[in-house]
């Protein structure tokens, strides 16, 4: 898995970005938890996402915000880090430009994020948020939704209660044809400790639905 560096608003930024094999293959950019909380591209959950998309055939960027590992600039409170999303988005369509779709997935402070990134990007045909901090963090940007996608949260997160995200979650409307789904992972926390396998389940389900199983996983278990 490559690591690379590219351009960011705010200087460079370090990533690890794994290509597709096929051209015009979907890209998948997966978003860390908060930076001044010890969030970085490192993540155990933001790993296993880019994995899974790796394995359903898609190019996949994961990557620091600015002021974490090596990515150059200082925490923005959510502006700045918005724009290097943009500017990741930017870095991966110029290398596939045959690409004709995008999902963004973020985690945690990263999920509030990527769903702005939604709003700004028609090519972001879905998302993945882990964790949305929806009680912490305006989310009434989604106004409409425009594309489908699936909130997944702990049932014993404390940082962001299930029936307080989902009080938001609810009143978000969507464009029609959208649908938002939503999963509860049974005993997970905010940061899902001991229940990271549970999570990748409850992810693994929406996807194999939505774009496809992991050809590759099974494409090496078959060798």
């Known amino acids: 898995m490559p690591e690379v560096i590219f351009n960011g608003p705010a200087g460079r930024i370090e990533g690890r970005y794994q290509p597709a094999k096929k051209r015009g293959a979907p890209l998948a950019i997966i978003l860390h938890p908060h930076p001044q909380f010890g969030g970085t591209m490192n993540n155990q959950i933001v790993y296993n996402l880019f994995y899974t998309f790796v394995n359903r055939g898609f190019s996949a960027l994961r990557f620091n915000f600015r002021g974490v590992g090596r990515s150059q600039g200082h925490f923005d409170h959510g502006a700045g880090e918005l724009s290097d999303a943009a500017a990741a988005l930017d870095w991966m369509q110029a290398l596939n430009p ?4 995008c999902w963004i997935t973020g985690v945690s402070f990263g999920a509030w994020i990527g ?3 939604l ?4 090519e972001i045909e879905g998302f993945l948020s882990i964790a949305a901090m929806a009680n912490r963090y305006d989310f009434s940007f989604l106004a409409p939704c425009p594309s489908s996608g699936l909130f997944v949260h702990g049932s014993e997160d404390r940082v962001a209660p299930v029936k307080e995200v989902m009080a938001v979650i609810e009143k978000v409307k969507t464009q029609k044809g959208i649908q938002i789904e939503h999963a509860v992972v049974e005993g997970a926390n905010h ?3 001991g229940r ?15 774009v496809g199983p992991e050809i590759l996983k099974t494409e ?3 060798a």
């Open 98 to 101: 045959e690409a004709k779709s």
């Open 119 to 122: 709003m700004r990007r028609p």
């Open 115 to 117: 769903m702005q990134l």
């Open 220 to 222: 090496q278990e078959q």
């Open 191 to 193: 940061f899902f400790d």
């Open 196 to 210: 990271v396998d549970q999570l990748m389940e409850q992810v693994g389900v929406y996807l194999d639905r939505k």
